[in-house]
């Protein structure tokens, strides 16, 4: 299969209805663990539809924010001082910043490894930040290993489309890997974990019908016969409470680290 034609993204409220619900609150716990000062100046790469820089504008209290999407119908969902630009090629003056931050974006870059040299050269020296989070796509990601697992076990083929397969990169060490390989010193990595629990079974097959990302890319492009049968396989495999809600869980892997 040819993966990137499955890794579409344009929609703001398709994409807000898929994985928004829960960014928003790794956005939060992310923003929370840098810790960083009132009065800075931000800059979000990949700011998709803006979930992190509303996050930093209502919690850090920044001088400044400033976002980038190579997706225009993301920037106009992000809106205020959002643009359109290519996270590997930044257009920003060196030092223009004192965090960098990127969420849920690096592991569908071309070349993770000058985006993030990117992001640091965008910082000042002598302590700014650079951070970022990713999806735990090959374990901590409830909705995703329920439905790769199960469409899977209907079509082996669509194992190629598995972002635990396709993006090894979001697991600890090869983030570690990336920020070192940046100069960044004082690296840490850490697991962010949310809760998400889906009303019922319409709440969690209804956003695999828009075709925003992988999964949904997917679905829409199966014939309508196959679509129902992965519908209802899925149906049965979802773990649904006796209220009908069905409880899953999201784990973000971040990573931080600064200027010298």
Do not use: K
């Amino acid at each position: 299969m040819d993966e990137q034609r499955y890794d579409v993204w344009g929609s703001g409220a398709a994409y807000d209805r898929y994985m928004g619900r829960w960014s928003r609150a790794v956005a939060r716990a992310f923003t929370a663990w840098l810790g960083r000062p009132d009065g800075l100046r931000w800059l979000d790469v990949g700011c998709g539809t803006g979930v992190l820089s509303a996050v930093v504008r209502e919690r850090c209290r920044p001088r400044l924010v400033v976002g980038c999407d190579r997706s225009e119908g993301f920037v106009r969902a992000a809106a205020r001082t959002s643009v359109v630009a290519d996270a590997m090629a930044l257009p920003v003056r060196d030092g223009a910043f004192d965090v960098a931050v990127s969420g849920l974006t690096l592991n569908f870059l071309p070349d993770p490894a000058a985006a993030v040299a990117g992001m640091a050269r965008a910082v000042r020296p002598g302590g700014a930040q650079v951070a970022a989070y990713v999806w735990d796509y090959a374990e901590g990601m409830g909705l995703l290993r329920l439905f790769w697992d199960t469409a899977a076990e209907l079509d082996p083929a669509a194992a190629e489309l598995d972002e635990g397969i396709r993006f090894p990169g979001c697991r600890p060490q090869p983030l570690h890997d990336l920020w070192t390989a940046a100069g960044l010193a004082d690296v840490v990595v850490r697991a962010i974990e949310v809760p998400v629990v889906l009303a019922d079974f319409a709440d969690l097959w209804g956003p695999f019908l828009a075709g925003q990302g992988p999964a949904p890319g997917y679905v829409t492009a199966l014939p309508p016969a196959a679509r129902d049968e992965l519908r209802e396989a899925l149906r049965t495999a979802a773990p649904t409470a006796p209220d009908g809600t069905i409880p899953l869980s999201a784990r973000a892997w971040a990573v931080r680290g600064r200027t010298e």
